[in-house]
């Protein structure tokens, strides 16, 4: 079954800093929400979709990575240690994690334990809730700064909130996410795989999935820079480098990200907040459908 975009992981090195920079820009941020595994986070939602900005806070609760057991806290501070602050994960919606992982581990693209688990959150009236997931792991072999799962809520009431996707800078949704490689076309097989959805070639190096959430662009490094005036993430693999978020006036959003102070470019009709800026990654605005 086809796989909407669910979240991505933005993985920072001072949470209250990556709080300030997306409020900064007219996003509504969530409250520190914190993991039994080390790791706390902030989300940025919109309808669907969120942004999770997470922190390395308790680095000796991290459990190492094993044999078939993929750890999220090792994965993201091995990220940190070595690619510096940016997008590290890309996730999907899951709607039945048990028959993700055989899917993913008939292709050759798994090998790892689903995973479950509960942890406080807060409405913004500030009262307690049950959140809960259940997460199957995927992974592209050449590409070891990116990370790959689908994630299914347990209690998505309890989870969603309205209030949480009104934002100042007139988001609306997810138009996307951008990933880049050297060699876009060898990693085709997994990504089709991973969304089951196919791609379609724009031109030669960039190809484009429509995902029942949002679409998932994976373009060369120089077509990426030509596209977003900013300079593609350097690795091995896969990396996301992107995310393009819809709003419904492109003039309010330019305001907003005038008041905020923050450089950015103007592409055609987008307006981009390029990595510099944005703690490793590139926000892209553009005008809704």
């Known amino acids: 079954m086809p796989r909407g975009l669910d979240h991505v992981v933005h993985v920072v090195r001072d949470l209250e800093a990556a709080g300030e920079l997306y409020d900064m820009l007219g996003f509504t941020v969530g409250a520190r929400n914190r993991h039994p595994w ?7 939602q919109t309808p669907g979709f969120f942004v999770e900005l997470l922190e390395i806070a308790e680095p000796e609760a991290i459990p190492p990575a094993s044999e078939g057991v993929f750890s999220f806290g090792a994965f993201n501070q091995d990220f940190l240690a070595t690619a510096g602050q940016g997008l590290s994960m890309l996730v999907l919606e899951g709607v039945e994690p048990a028959a993700d992982k055989l899917e993913f581990d008939a292709a050759g693209y798994g090998g790892f334990e689903t995973f479950d688990f ?5 409405r913004p009236d500030g009262s307690d809730v049950e959140v809960a997931f259940t997460l199957a792991f995927a992974r592209d072999p050449e590409s070891p700064h990116a990370g790959f799962f689908t994630c299914r809520q347990r209690f998505p009431d309890n989870f969603w909130s309205p209030d949480l996707q009104r934002h100042m800078n007139g988001t609306t949704s997810i138009a996307g996410v951008v990933l880049v490689a050297a060699d876009p076309a060898s990693h085709l097989d997994f990504l089709a795989t991973f969304l089951d959805v196919p791609f379609r070639r724009a031109v030669d190096g ?37 995310l393009r978020f819809a709003v419904a006036d492109i003039t309010k959003a330019r305001r907003r990200v005038a008041s905020s102070r923050m450089s950015a470019e103007e592409i055609e009709g987008i307006i981009v907040i390029g990595p510099k800026a944005a703690l490793g990654a590139a926000l892209v605005f553009e005008a809704a459908d």
């Open 118 to 122: 509960a942890r406080q959150g807060k």
């Open 38 to 44: 080390g790791t706390h986070n902030r989300l940025v």
């Open 206 to 242: 960039w190809h484009i999935a429509q995902t029942p959430r949002g679409a998932v662009d994976l373009m060369s490094p120089d077509i990426y820079t030509q596209r977003f005036g900013v300079a593609a993430p350097a690795d091995q693999g896969l990396r996301l480098a992107a």
